[in-house]
């Protein structure tokens, strides 16, 4: 039974930072690129980063450029995003899931994780 499982959410002050945590249950990740995705109350899901399977290169969108990194150790079968200097606008529904290569487009992502609550708010 494949599974992926967040951890590291909660709730932080505006400029305060947390670091998601997915991990791979069943499966062998390093042949996958993995994407962090979130999703806001009212709001369609929206990609937020990804790393590849190969050189790990990395795909942030403009909102959190500078602030987040998204790293990935495969021998742990764990992919992290590290956030920092998080504002409101960061609050969602955070979920980590499986692509071919790296990529932001949803249908391409496979194995998703149950989510995990992140909120920003003073």
Not at 4 to 29: I, K, M, R
Not at 30 to 47: F, I, L, S
Not at 61 to 78: E, L, P, Q
């Amino acid at each position: 039974q494949v599974q992926l499982v967040e951890s590291g959410g909660g709730w932080v002050q505006p400029g305060g930072s947390l670091t998601l945590s997915c991990t791979a249950v069943g499966f062998t990740l390093e042949y996958y690129a993995v994407g962090w995705w979130r999703q806001a109350p009212g709001k369609e899901r929206e990609g937020v980063s990804c790393i590849s399977n190969n050189y790990q290169q990395p795909y942030y969108r403009d909102s959190v450029k500078g602030r987040f990194t998204i790293s990935r150790d495969n021998a742990a079968n764990i992919v992290t995003m590290q956030m920092d200097n998080l504002q409101p606008e960061d609050t969602g529904v955070y979920y980590c899931a499986t692509a071919p290569r790296l990529t932001m487009y949803r249908p391409h992502f496979g194995t998703w994780g149950q989510g995990i609550q992140v909120t920003v708010s003073s």
